[in-house]
C-alpha cells in the first residue's frame, strides 16, 4: 500500500449586504462577520480534490 496526502479545497461564495462610510470599511465589517463564523448559506461554488503521493509506504 502507498501512502497519500489530499488536500481538499472548497469555493464558498458568501453574499453580505451592509452599510458601511467606504468600501474599505465594508470590506472589514465582512471579514469580521467571517472571522465570527456569523455567516451561513453560502453558496458551494466548488470541491477540488489534490491527491499526492507521500514518500514511503503505509504500515
Not at 5 to 33: C, F, G, M, P, Q
Request: aromatic share 6%.
Amino acid at each position: 500500500m502507498k501512502k497519500y496526502v489530499v488536500e481538499i479545497v472548497e469555493k464558498i461564495t458568501y453574499k453580505v449586504s451592509l452599510d458601511a462610510a467606504s468600501s474599505e470599511d465594508a470590506e472589514n465589517a465582512a471579514r469580521r462577520l467571517y472571522d465570527l463564523g456569523a455567516l451561513e448559506n453560502g453558496e458551494l461554488e466548488s470541491v477540488v480534490f489534490d491527491v499526492e503521493e507521500q514518500g514511503g509506504r503505509a504500515i
